[in-house]
Nanobody, 123 residues
Framework: QVQVMESGGGLVQAGESLKLSCTTS????????MAWFRQAPGKEREGLQC????????HYSHQDQGRFTISRDNAKNTVYLQMDNLAPGDSAMYYC????????????????WGRGTQVTVSS
């Protein structure tokens, strides 16, 4: 059974940083594209970034304005999202998703999701 689990969210002040982690089990992580999404209350889920098996990065959104960086550690079956200079507008539930192939698909193609980790940024 495939499991995807996010961690690292929390309450921070504007301008601070957070690093989210997402670990997986039940899939061949090193061969799987992974992505981060977020959803704020009352808004649609938004794709952020995806990283392919060989560290190619697709930017699904430019809302982060270069403040977010996705990375992966295949030895730990973990994908990260480093978020710097956070703003109140970044407050959302952040989700990790696993793709079904080596390369990043369209954001709508992901079907393996974690339960999310909440990020709240105070002004």
């Amino acid at each position: 059974q495939v499991q995807v689990m996010e961690s690292g969210g929390g309450l921070v002040q504007a301008g601070e940083s957070l690093k989210l982690s997402c670990t997986t089990s039940g899939l061949t992580f090193a061969h799987t594209a992974m992505a981060w999404f977020r959803q704020a209350p009352g808004k649609e889920r938004e794709g952020l970034q995806c990283i392919s098996w060989n560290d190619g990065i697709d930017h699904y959104s430019h809302q982060d304005q270069g403040r977010f960086t996705i990375s992966r550690d295949n030895a730990k079956n973990t994908v990260y999202l480093q978020m710097d200079n956070l703003a109140p507008g970044d407050s959302a539930m952040y989700y990790c998703a696993a793709g079904s192939s080596y390369f990043c698909p369209a954001p709508s193609a992901f079907n393996l999701w974690g339960r999310g980790t909440q990020v709240t940024v105070s002004s």
